[in-house]
């Protein structure tokens, strides 16, 4: 068992190193090495590189990222430290602001919702590219399910981080249940932005949306962001999936039930596609004060993660 363990370590590392990010290689090596950041941070003193553990911890959450001459020097010898190939971190940190036809293999939006066409319509009516010059580094979104077992809305309180020069918005994308009315849905910016242009297709029953920025991202630059859609207008839900082009940082979805409408059984799965068989299925118990469930994805992949419930 052990063995099997540390062959799996081994190439999940391999799987980071290939395809980054930074953040998520880094800390993947770490791991695999088991050592502790202030090991890293002894060892790094001890050839003569000064490095602090918090900013070892902001590089391996992606809150940071290294940049100046010192710090880039310290990644060259954390690739020793972590005994990795020359190169294996470091190119992680070179800039990434390439055309989207020139990125790493993805998932489409066709590959992950069944609506891809009128939301790649929507997206279009925006002029947003692909990923809109953004990834993911954390994302906590928070899920409402009403008393007439309606989806009542969402919030999200998302960090991201800009892959190229002057990015100054995110496009959110909301999907309400059957019988939904975009028209109806609202968009609320609850935190270091505000609502742009607002698109929607009745038939599909999607709505995209512009939250802008109070700046202009440079490359490699975070920024956090608040926003909600507030909905009630379809029918019964039954789950809330989320889909992923890109691999990308730390995912937390919660979904929480009032009080007086509560399912007979909840889970968590994941998907590589809309159409593929669902997979990492687990059952998932609701608990708290105010009843709900939850799933977290330390490092999302491309492809679909959910929560479905069955009502009795």
């Known amino acids: 068992m052990v063995r099997t363990s540390a062959r799996d370590a081994e190439a999940e590392l391999a799987q980071?190193?290939?395809?980054?990010?930074?953040?998520?290689?880094?800390?993947?090596?770490?791991t695999a090495r088991?050592?502790?950041?202030?090991?890293?941070?002894?060892?790094?003193?001890?050839?003569g590189v000064t490095v602090g553990?918090?900013?070892l911890s902001y590089w391996q959450q992606g809150a940071r990222r290294p940049r100046r001459p010192e710090s880039l020097?310290?990644?060259?010898?954390?690739?020793?430290?972590?005994?990795?190939?020359?190169?294996?971190?470091?190119?992680?940190?070179?800039?990434?602001?390439?055309?989207?036809?020139?990125?790493?293999?993805?998932?489409?939006?066709?590959?992950?919702?069944d609506e891809a066409r009128a939301v790649e319509r929507l997206l279009a009516e925006l002029e947003t590219p692909a990923d809109g010059g953004l990834h993911t580094v954390c994302h906590l979104e928070h899920v409402h399910i009403?008393?007439?077992?309606?989806?009542?809305?969402?919030?999200?309180?998302?960090?991201?981080?800009?892959?190229?020069?002057?990015?100054?918005?995110?496009?959110?994308?909301?999907?309400g249940?059957?019988?939904c009315d975009p028209a109806r849905i609202g968009v609320r910016a609850t935190e270091n932005c505000r609502v742009g242009r607002v698109r929607w297709h009745a038939g599909a029953g999607v709505l995209v949306a512009e939250l802008l920025f109070d700046t202009r991202l440079r490359c490699g630059e975070t920024y956090l962001l608040g926003y909600a859609f507030d909905d009630g207008t379809g029918g019964q839900s039954s789950e809330y999936v989320r889909g992923f082009s890109f691999a990308g940082g730390q995912y937390v979805l919660q979904v929480r039930f009032d009080a007086t409408a509560l399912p007979v059984r909840c889970r968590r799965f994941s998907q590589a596609t809309a159409n593929a068989p669902r997979g990492g299925q687990e059952e998932l118990t609701l608990a708290g004060r105010h009843p709900?469930?939850?799933?977290?994805?330390?490092?999302?992949?491309?492809?679909?993660v959910g929560i479905g419930w069955d009502w009795s």
Do not use: N
Not at 74 to 79: F, G, H, K
Not at 83 to 101: D, F, G, W
Not at 298 to 304: D, L, N, Q, S
């Open 177 to 179: 249940d059957t019988g």
């Open 53 to 55: 553990v918090t900013s």
């Open 146 to 175: 009403g008393a007439r077992r309606e989806l009542r809305g969402r919030e999200s309180h998302h960090v991201v981080r800009a892959h190229r020069d002057g990015v100054d918005r995110y496009v959110a994308i909301h999907y």
């Open 73 to 113: 020097r310290a990644v060259r010898l954390l690739e020793e430290i972590l005994e990795l190939p020359a190169q294996a971190l470091t190119r992680l940190l070179e800039p990434v602001a390439r055309p989207a036809s020139e990125r790493p293999a993805a998932r489409s939006l066709r590959a992950l919702m």
């Open 34 to 47: 088991g050592l502790a950041l202030h090991r890293v941070q002894r060892r790094l003193a001890q050839r």
């Open 16 to 30: 980071a190193l290939r395809t980054g990010p930074f953040h998520l290689a880094l800390r993947t090596a770490l």
């Open 292 to 304: 709900g469930v939850h799933l977290v994805e330390p490092a999302v992949r491309p492809g679909i």
